[in-house]
């Protein structure tokens, strides 16, 4: 078995224990004054889950069992769409949001635009700065109260059960899973493939059942979701970044007193910085991983991939307007 792995879980024992005996004590002490819901698809054993919990823990040991925070993992609260709209009716206070912010705050999907930003680094200098200060501010606007640090993901590659994509053309007429969002799906289209839109939820599903022949998904997802059962090639298209948004109800962060919000953003931070570096070893560890289990890994010529892609920029850059995309030009180059 992976040491890798062994010791993510090793992890997660370690946090749920403690968690279970700081709830105990917590509980004997005094009756929590706030006692909120926590929802992301993630599994179990990803970086996400293993860092939250240990962020709930440490606010709940740090506000005297004031604020408990039960952090549900995998999918238990329902789809993401769901738990995004849970969110938006405060009927869940923190979500960690993946790809499903764009229909109602477009430009939140703009860090995942393809063949845009190079690096982690390069991503989290613009994330973690002028871009996602205005991201931040788009989302309250619509209701929603977003953490300035964001959750790494990883850039994402291909996977096939039916054959290797070495260049653009192989991708004509094969279907591929996609968030469920209109700028990825018109990404898949522009290169001719056919995108399908499926939660996480449903993903090793769809791939297992052939409903799609392939889908698109950074190594570490790739790893944890065990998609080395279903898919057969590993194509290295790094072609675009993702990551999470940590979020709130913003009446429920509203209700919250200014100290309590004080402790859940220092939290939040660390957190947030201790799971980029976990996602980090994760894909650094994932290929070796991958050809492990069995998956055939090859190169792509991505020059092919970025050829048609001009009048697809053209059309978001009018989706998410022009300070947007000007915030986003300062760090990476003009696109168009």
């Not at 499926?198 to 791939?207: A, G, K």
């Not at 980029?276 to 991983?289: M, N, P, S």
Request: proline content about 4%; aromatic content about 8%; overall charge neutral.
């Amino acid at each position: 078995m992976n040491s890798l792995l062994d010791t993510t879980r090793l992890s997660r024992r370690t946090v749920l224990a403690g968690a279970a005996a700081s709830a105990l004590i917590g509980t004997r002490a005094r009756a929590a004054e706030f006692d909120w819901r926590l929802g992301l698809s993630q599994p179990l054993d990803s970086p996400n889950v293993i860092r939250l919990k240990e962020m709930a823990d440490a606010i709940r040991a740090e506000t005297g069992g004031r604020l408990t925070i039960t952090v549900h993992g995998a999918g238990a609260l329902g789809s993401d769409s769901k738990m995004l709209e849970m969110v938006q009716k405060g009927e869940l206070e923190l979500y960690n949001a993946g790809n499903v912010l764009g229909p109602i705050v477009p430009v939140a999907e703009m860090p995942g635009l393809p063949f845009v930003f190079k690096s982690p680094a390069e991503v989290f200098k613009a994330l973690d700065g002028d871009l996602g200060d205005y991201i931040h501010d788009e989302l309250l606007a619509k209701g929603i109260w977003s953490f300035r640090y964001w959750l790494d993901n990883g850039f994402h590659h291909l996977t096939t059960s039916t054959k290797p994509i070495r260049t653009v053309e192989d991708l004509a007429g094969m279907t591929i899973r996609t968030p469920v969002q209109k700028m990825t799906v018109d990404f898949f289209e522009t290169l001719g493939a056919k995108p399908k839109t499926f939660t996480l939820n449903r993903l090793y599903e769809v791939l297992k059942d052939k409903t799609c022949d392939g889908q698109t998904d950074p190594l570490g997802l790739i790893v944890l979701m065990k998609l080395y059962e279903v898919q057969t090639y590993l194509s290295m298209t790094n072609h675009w970044w993702s990551g999470f948004t940590f979020t709130a109800s913003l009446d429920a962060w509203k209700r919250l007193p200014d100290d309590l919000k004080a402790v859940v953003e220092k939290h939040a931070r660390t957190m947030a910085l201790a799971q980029r570096q976990d996602v980090a070893k994760l894909t650094d560890a994932a290929v070796g991983i991958l050809k492990s289990k069995g998956m055939i890994v090859n190169d792509c010529d991505t020059a092919g991939f970025k050829a048609p892609l001009a009048g697809f920029y053209a059309r978001w850059k009018g989706v998410y307007g022009d300070k947007a995309w000007a915030l986003l030009e300062k760090h990476v180059g003009k696109l168009v």
